[in-house]
C-alpha cells in the first residue's frame, strides 16, 4: 500500500497520469512542458504533448521554419526511488532530438519517426527538482533520412508522447533500442495447434549474481490463463542475459484480420522470492501468412483480399501532433472503406496505429522513410532506422511486411542503393526472419538495378496522371502476368490528384491537366481514374495487393498544385477528414459488406448540356435510377458495382434518386441544375 502511495505522489509531481505493468511502473510524461525557438530572448510557451512548431505554416507553403526549437520540463523524484532504474522514452520527435538532464548532455537521436529511450537513473537529484532539456531540429540532414522535405514535411518537435518507466534493477531492458525487450516468433501455426517462442533480453544493476524465475504466460481476450511456463534464471551483474522460453497450444484461436482479429497476451514476468519484479506485456495474434506469386495473400491458409490504401499521418492545422483520438479516427474511416491492408507510408508511425491495426484486423506494411532522393550519406541513419521499426514493432501481429526504400534509383547493381537495401534486407531479416520485405520502385519494369532485394518487389504505376492513359494500366499488369509468373510483385501507388472543390460537367482530357505544375485537378478525373484501375486490379492475381494513393491528403510544403498550395490531393478523404470524395465511395461499394448505394460527381451539379450520364455506385442490385421522378433504365459499367444511366436533363433544377436492392433497400439523392442546354 506504502508503494503504491508513493509511485501516486510520483505521478502527481510529474503531473501525469500513472500506468502500471506490474511492478514496472508507467507514467505519461507529456504536461508541465515549456517551449521556445529563441533562448535568449527568453519567451518560454506552456505547451502540453505532442505538440509541433509546424503545424501551420508547413501546410501553407515553401516559407516554413526548420532548425532548432527547445522543449523543458522541471520534475521531481522522490528519495523512496533510489535503488529503482529510471528511463524516459519518447515516441517520436522531429527530427534530431538533443537531451540534457540538469544541464548534463546525456543522448541524441537522429531520425523523426522512431521511439528511443535512455536512463536517467544516475543524473537525476532524487527529492529535489530535476530539468529536463530537449534540443530538436528538424531541417533536412544529408545522413538523416528522409533527406529532403519534397514529398512530405518532417514536421519539427516531441510531436508524440512521453513516457517515464521506472523499474527495479533487474529488469526486462528498457533500452533495446526501445523496444519491449521482450520478442515473439510464432511457429507451426495452424488451426490445431500452435508453437511460440519468447526471447527476453534481461538485466541486473545489482552487485551480484541473482536468481530469477522468468514466467511466461498466455492469457486469451478476456485475460484468463491460458497457458504458463517458468524458468529460472541466473543473471549476471554484467552485459545481457538472454532468455527464451516456449509456449504449446493446442486449437489457437487464430487472429484472422478484419473477421476475427482475436488477440491473446503474453506476459514476461520476472520473479524473485516469489515476488514479482518487473513485468512487461505484448500483443499475441496467432496467425500465418503466406504469399504466393499470382495467386495472392493467404491468411491462416485462406486467400484473404487484399483492399489497400496508403496513409500518411497528417492533418489539417495539427501537423503530425495527433491525439489518440485522431489516430482512432483514421483507422474507423479505413476501416469504413472496407480496406482490409494498410501501407503506412513512408516511415514508421505511432504505437498506438500498429495496436489499433491489431484490433481492427488489418494487415500492414512499415517501413522506413528512405524515399526520393539519395545524398549517399544517409546509409548508418537508414539501418538504424530499419533496426528500430523492426524490433520496436515485430511482436505486432498486424505487420506482415517491412519496407525499405521508395523510389530511390541506381545506374548498376552495384551501385549505393542496392547495396545499402541489400543490408537493410539483412538487418530486417537478421532481427525478424519470419516477415517478408519489400522495396518500392516508381517504374513499371522489374529489371531495374534497384530492384529484387527483397521478398516483394512494388510498384508505383501513375497511368493517366504522371504518364500514358488511365486505361495503360491493364497492359502493364498483363506483361507483369506473363513475363514474370514466379515473381511477388505489389501496385503500391496509384490514382490521380483530385480537388474537391473543383467541378467539370464533363470529363477532361487528360492533355488538358498539367499534374506537376498546373492548378486544375477536378475531382471527377480522380474519380474515373480509380473507377476504371479498380476494375483492372481485381482481374490480375498477380497483383498479390494494391494500395490507394492516398487515403488522406497531406502536406507537401514545396509543391504548388491542383489549385490548392502545399498539398497532395490525392487523397480519397480531405486534408482535415471532414469530407469523403466520390472515390471514398467507389471502393466502399467494391469492398465494404455494408450495403449502400452512391450517386457520384454530385458536386459537378451545375451543368451546361442536357445529355449526361449518371454513374451510381452500389454493391447490391438491381438499381433503380429516378430523374425527376421517371424511372430510367441503365447498363452495366465497369463491373457489378458500378451502373450508368443516360440522361436528357430539363432545364433548370433536376432531381435524380438511386434506389439499391430488393425488399430491402438503400436510396440516395442529388440535384443538378441545368444552366443552359446545348
Known sequence: MIRSVLFFVLALLCGNQLTAQGSRKITAFNTGWNFTKDTVAGKWEAVTLPHTYNKTDMQLGKNFYTGDAYYRKQFSVGDQLKGKRIFLRFEGVG?????????????????GYSAFAFEITNVIKYGALNELLVKTNNAAHPDI???????????????????MIVTSP?????????S???????????????????????????????????KTALLDSKGNLVVETQKKIALSPQGITYANDSLYLKNPHLWNGIKDPYLYRVDVSLLRNGQEIDRVEQPLGIRNIELIAGKGVF???????????????????????????????????????????????????SDHIYSLADSI????????????????KEGANAKQQMEELVRQNRNHPSIYMWGMHNEVYSKTKDDYVPVLTRELNDIAKTNDPYRYTASVNGYGTM??????AGDVQGMNRYYGWYEGAIDDLEKWATTIEQQYPDYKVMLTEYGADGNIDQGSDTLPDRKSIDPVSGQFSPENYQTETHIHQWAIIEKHPCILASYLWNMFEFATPLWNRGGVNARNLKGIVTFDRRRKKDAFYWYKANWSPEPMVYLANRRDSIRTGSAATIQVFANMGPVVLKLNG?????????????????VTLKKGKNKIEAIAGKGKTCSDLMYWTLKQAR
Not at 95 to 111: C, M, P, S, W
Not at 170 to 178: H, M, R, S
Open 95 to 111: 527530427e534530431i532530438a538533443t537531451v540534457y538532464v540538469n544541464g548534463k548532455f546525456l543522448t541524441e537521436h537522429r531520425g
Open 145 to 163: 533520412i528522409p533527406v529532403n522535405h519534397f514529398l512530405f514535411p518532417v514536421y519539427g518537435g516531441i510531436y508524440r508522447p512521453v513516457s
Open 170 to 178: 533487474v529488469n526486462i531492458t528498457v533500452t533495446d533500442y526501445a
Open 180 to 214: 519491449s525487450g521482450i520478442q515473439i516468433i510464432q511457429k507451426e501455426v495452424s488451426p490445431e495447434k500452435a508453437h511460440i517462442t519468447v526471447n527476453a533480453k534481461l538485466e541486473n544493476r545489482e552487485m551480484h549474481y541473482r536468481d530469477v524465475i522468468m
Open 299 to 349: 491468411l491462416n491458409g485462406v486467400k484473404y483480399p487484399m483492399y489497400g490504401v496508403t496513409r500518411h499521418q497528417d492533418r489539417w492545422q495539427y501537423g503530425n501532433a495527433l491525439s489518440p483520438g485522431q489516430e482512432r479516427e483514421d483507422m474507423q474511416l479505413i476501416k469504413e472503406i472496407g480496406a482490409t491492408t494498410i501501407r503506412l507510408a513512408h516511415y514508421q508511425q
Open 361 to 376: 484486423g488489418f494487415l500492414i506494411w512499415a517501413e522506413i522513410p528512405f524515399v526520393n532522393a539519395v545524398t549517399t
Open 447 to 452: 529489371d531495374r538495378p534497384e530492384n529484387l
Open 630 to 646: 421517371k424511372t430510367i433504365a441503365g447498363r452495366a459499367g465497369v463491373n457489378d458495382k458500378h451502373w450508368l444511366f443516360d
